[in-house]
């Protein structure tokens, strides 16, 4: 019933996250599992699902005709803000050749950079706003959300598709001064904003709740390091079906889902 989106630094774990949220949720109903990190390639290894045949930049034409039509936008409008998508779309109406996996859990790429020179990330962003404005999640669906590192994706607005935004932090400096900034983005378009660590032990973990309750941000989970977590990234398998079961029930009844 929600739509999910999942932030954080760099190497956070928000694919990790994603991962097991999308598991976790796909015992419960459907989820679609969007993808709008524009370089990583790795998250559908991580879900185990296969690579959809084509990203949905692809499928509205490629990266010159979302950028033409962006263009045309700021000509004639003074704004990028164009909608690739006017009317409202649903899990069961997405394009086929869009999605990897079967229900209850698929998987979509909204556009990747794949050319030296091909410019900037721009047209994703747009195509991944428009996208996710318009996509309407019934009971027992839900959308998740995994974003490129750090809060470029509230600049371009994607985040005003979603209903809460999830903070990964890990321990470090950096990623606590991130978080503040993000709540403070999030707020800035009326969105639910929440925490939760990763790779925290028991000296990490209250240092980062005492510094995230001072900026008021809520924590809603933990997560430990996991040695069977970083082998199946090593290689590239997908992620330890019961890997941290407990805590993502955990974290789904403290979000109220
Ligand atoms: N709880 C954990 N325990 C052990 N290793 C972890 C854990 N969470 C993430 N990792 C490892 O950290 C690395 C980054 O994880 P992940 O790809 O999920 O992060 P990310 O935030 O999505 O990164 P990026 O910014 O590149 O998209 C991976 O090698 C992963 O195996
Ligand atoms: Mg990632």
Redo the contacts with the bound molecule.
Sequence with gaps: MLKIMIC?R???????LVTLLARALAERGKVLVVDT?ES?LGLDKMLGLSTPAMTLMGCLGGKPAVREKLLASLQQKGSENTGFFTEDLSLASLPPECTGGEWPLRFLRIGKIERSLEGCACPMGAVARSFLKQLRVDQDEWVLV?T??GVEHFGRGVVEGVDLVVM?VDPSHEAVLLAGRARALAAGVGKEFVAVL??VDAVTEPFLRRELSEKGIPVRGA?????E??KA?LVGNPLPAGNYREQVKELLASLAI
């Design positions: 954080g760099g190497g956070s774990g928000k694919s990790t990190d990583n995994d490129e590192a990964v990763n790779k997560f430990g390091f996991s040695p977590i970083t990234n």
